[in-house]
């Protein structure tokens, strides 16, 4: 509904209040347009496990794919989050340079735990310990920057009721909200893929592989929008999953074209979770868990489209 009512209360607002020659001191107070709709879908980016993802091709160098994807987010005037784990980079002197980077660009971090642990591995208890363990280098790299966002690894929020709620609690009490997410593409899966194949000096493969990444970033981004459009009737800000990867950096400024020949703009994560459809993930005291576009479509029996495949792991095997 919210996609026809809103238009509809701004008229009205404009109608009773702005459109009138009172003097302002003296007009009744006007309704508060708290989420007002783009004119375009909007993406929020974010970037997991800063300052290292995935294994680093033959010849690479982490400054330079923490560089390039700086860059192409300038070039684009587009934000994004980073999500540290501090235990990442450990032995490679350009790690620091990286998250260093990251913040001299005016990008924001968050915490993404000290050893990127499953929670359903270790259980609540060693899950809140590993949170607080990146807490110090995490809050160092931030500076004065709030750091106080939280991305699940793998997205694991916990099997049961009582994991889950007692994670939660645990990351309310540290002053944590979430960082959802509600479009990804399966990005890491590319770049094992693109490291395996640079060993081989596969050219044709590696141009296969920019071909069918941004074939699944469409894909998934469209997905994402039908989902939205069945379960919400209308877009909301999608926050999309990305990793600091070699193949990302590579792909970064064309897949930025792509969004933006789609009709996107990008968007901050805390504007994006402004939205009503993330009130889970900001306000830890509703039980969980952080609302999907999948779980939203489930709840209405609707159908959920298939995943976009990623590089079979035969790939330059
Ligand atoms: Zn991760």
Redesign the pocket.
Known sequence: MRGWTIPVVTALALLAGWGVAAPLSNAAPRPSIQHKLPARPLIALTF??LPA?GPLPQGGDRLVIGKTIIAALAAHHAPAFG?M?ASFGAGDPNAPKVLAAWRAAGLPIGN?TFG?VNLDTVGADAFLADVARNEPALSAVAGGADWHWF?Y??LVEGQSDTVREAVRAGLRDRGYRIAAVTMSFGDYAWNDAFARCTAHHDEPAIAALETSYLAAARTQAQRSRDLAQAALGHDIPYVLLM?LGAFDARMLPRLLNLYEQMGFGFTTLPAAEADPFYRAARDLTIPGPTATLEAAARAKNLPIPANAPVPAASVCA
């Open positions: 997991d496990d993802h999500f784990n993404h990127h991305r690894p793998f990793h």
